[in-house]
């Protein structure tokens, strides 16, 4: 079955890392977007400069956290395993805090996606 794997990586140093990593091992179509966390907005922010109850707006206006959000569909549960396996060594462990959280959710139906060319298979 189709899986998307997705990973918000934390230490933005790593993404060429984590980019050339995922490519050696096979993904494909691998797609990189900047992203921020409501959790990280929070604990970045000074408490002075927030109202008693903020609003999203407010935490919005307040000193920004950026993570990097990777995906890209994956047609093989030997390359799901691989390249969750390569994400966890570039970050030096994925249960190590700070890291970032990887999830995989299941596709039913892609549509675009080229076949991996034979010598890139197995």
């Known amino acids: 079955m189709n899986q998307m794997l997705m990973f918000v990586l934390n230490d933005l140093d790593k993404c060429a ?3 050339e990593a995922w490519d050696a091992a096979g993904a494909k179509g691998v797609t990189c977007i900047d992203t921020t966390g409501l959790g990280h907005m929070r604990r970045a922010t000074e408490m002075g400069d927030l109202p008693f ?3 999203l707006a407010d935490l919005l206006r307040a000193k920004e956290y950026h993570h990097r959000t990777f995906f890209t569909v994956v047609d093989d549960e030997a390359l799901l395993e ?3 396996k390569v994400a ?3 970050v030096g462990g994925l249960d190590a805090p700070d890291t970032g959280i990887l999830f995989t959710v299941p596709v ?3 549509y675009g ?3 991996r060319p034979p010598q890139e298979e197995g």
């Open 17 to 19: 890392d984590l980019l």
């Open 82 to 84: 691989k390249l969750i």
């Open 53 to 55: 109850y903020p609003s």
């Open 88 to 90: 966890d060594d570039v």
């Open 113 to 115: 996606m080229a076949p």
């Open 108 to 110: 039913s139906r892609v």
